[in-house]
C-alpha cells in the first residue's frame, strides 16, 4: 500500500498473512505476500501447501476390514473356548468313568471268609480222646472213641501220669508209661508228627499208640487186652 504526505510519496512494507483454510482431512495451505511500493510497482510472491482430499469411501472401506477383522478374532476365540470346553468335559468324563470302573471291582471282588477259629478241646479225658482222633484222621490212622477210651480206661483209668513198675518191661528196665501204657522205644518208633515228644503227653501217647496197634492189630478198637 502507498501511502502520500506533504508532496512527496512514503513507501511502507505490509506483511499479510492469509489462512487459505483446513480441509475436511485437515490438510492447511498457508499464503505469505510481501508488497513494496513504487509509484507504480508492486511484486507479490507467495507459497502455497495443497489441501488433502478426504477420501470417504477409502476411510469406510477400511473401517469396515477393521470390523471384518474384530469379528473374525471374536469368532476364533469363541471356537476356541468350545474346542476347550469340549476337552474338559472329555476329561471329566473320563475321570468319573476311572472311578465307576475302580469302584465296580471294588465291589466284585470276593470277599475273603475270615479264617476258622482253630478247635478248641476240653482238658480231661474226652477233650484228649478227640484231640487224637482228629491228628489220626488226618495222618490216616483208623480208630474209634469208643475203642480207644475203652483200652484207655483198662491200661490206665484215664491216669495221663500212670506207671507200671512192676511188670515185665518193668522188670527189663522199660517201664509202661501214660494213657495206654506204652514204652519208650514203642513210643518214639511210632511217634506221629506234630504231636509232643512227651510220652506222659495224652495226645502224644494216644496218637502213638494208636499208630503201634494199627501196624500190629489193624486198630485200637481190635486189642482188648495187654498189647
Not at 13 to 36: D, I, P, Q, R, T
Not at 49 to 71: I, L, M, T, Y
Not at 74 to 95: L, P, Y
Request: aromatic letters at 8%.
Amino acid at each position: 500500500m502507498r501511502s502520500t504526505h506533504s508532496g512527496y510519496t512514503r513507501l511502507s512494507k505490509v506483511h499479510k498473512f492469509s489462512a487459505a483454510g483446513l480441509g475436511a482431512a485437515g490438510a492447511a495451505a498457508v499464503a505469505f505476500a510481501v508488497v513494496s511500493g513504487g509509484p507504480a510497482a508492486a511484486d507479490v510472491q507467495s507459497v502455497g501447501v495443497k489441501p488433502v482430499a478426504f477420501d470417504a469411501k477409502s476411510f469406510s472401506a477400511d473401517s469396515d476390514r477393521g470390523e471384518q477383522a474384530k469379528q473374525a478374532d471374536e469368532a476364533a476365540a469363541q471356537a476356541q473356548a468350545q474346542v476347550q470346553q469340549k476337552a474338559d468335559r472329555a476329561e471329566a468324563d473320563k475321570a468319573r468313568a476311572g472311578e465307576q470302573a475302580a469302584s465296580r471291582s471294588t465291589e466284585r471282588q470276593p470277599v475273603k471268609a475270615a479264617a476258622p477259629a482253630p478247635k478248641t478241646y476240653a482238658d480231661n479225658l474226652d477233650g484228649w480222646i478227640n484231640e487224637a482222633l482228629d491228628v489220626m484222621r488226618a495222618k490216616g490212622i483208623p480208630g474209634s472213641y469208643d475203642g480207644i477210651k475203652r483200652n484207655i480206661l483198662r491200661e490206665s483209668t484215664g491216669n495221663p501220669q500212670a506207671i507200671n513198675d512192676w511188670d515185665v518191661n518193668a522188670v527189663n528196665g522199660v517201664p509202661s508209661k501214660g494213657l495206654l501204657q506204652i514204652i519208650d522205644p514203642t513210643f518214639k518208633a511210632f511217634h506221629v508228627d506234630g504231636t509232643s515228644w512227651d510220652i506222659y503227653d495224652p495226645v502224644a501217647n494216644i496218637v502213638a499208640s494208636c499208630n503201634y496197634a494199627a501196624k500190629t492189630y489193624g486198630s485200637m478198637d481190635n486189642v482188648n487186652s495187654a498189647y
